[in-house]
């Protein structure tokens, strides 16, 4: 999640024909191409980086927002260390819980859904 694939420097109509055979979801930006998180009801974590942060808070934050078992997104800021944190009310609405330096940052993550997609060796 959030590293850039090997393929860079793709036009968009290069990566359109690419994405459709490709097993695992990418997102597109600026010539770059970076594998995108899969959600069930786990958690969505980036670290935030300056050249997409603006887009990790609001293009890709907009596209997650539409998986409705994602429950929360936190994005932490390694410059600032802080941590945002927006988790899906009963309601359906978003809200933020931000977190600052020295501060406890808890989610909402089962042993289970850490190591969901881990393979046992």
């Known amino acids: 999640m959030g590293l850039p694939a090997r393929q860079a ?27 995108m998180a899969s959600a069930e009801d786990r958690l969505i974590v980036e670290v935030l980086s300056p ?6 808070r609001g293009v890709k934050f907009s596209h997650y927002r539409s998986l409705a078992s994602l429950q929360e997104y ?4 390694l410059d600032t260390r802080c ?7 009963a309601d ?3 809200v933020l ?4 330096r020295g501060e406890t940052v808890e989610l909402s ?3 289970e859904q850490l190591f969901a997609e ?4």
């Open 9 to 35: 420097g793709f036009t968009a109509e290069n990566y359109l024909a690419w994405e459709q055979e490709q097993a695992d979801r990418h997102e597109y930006l600026d010539g770059e191409v970076f594998a």
């Open 51 to 56: 050249s997409t942060a603006a887009y990790d």
């Open 74 to 77: 936190v994005l932490i800021d």
């Open 83 to 89: 941590t945002d944190c927006y988790r899906k009310g």
């Open 92 to 94: 359906g609405l978003w």
């Open 97 to 100: 819980h931000p977190f600052t």
């Open 109 to 111: 993550l089962s042993a």
């Open 118 to 121: 881990v393979q046992t060796l």
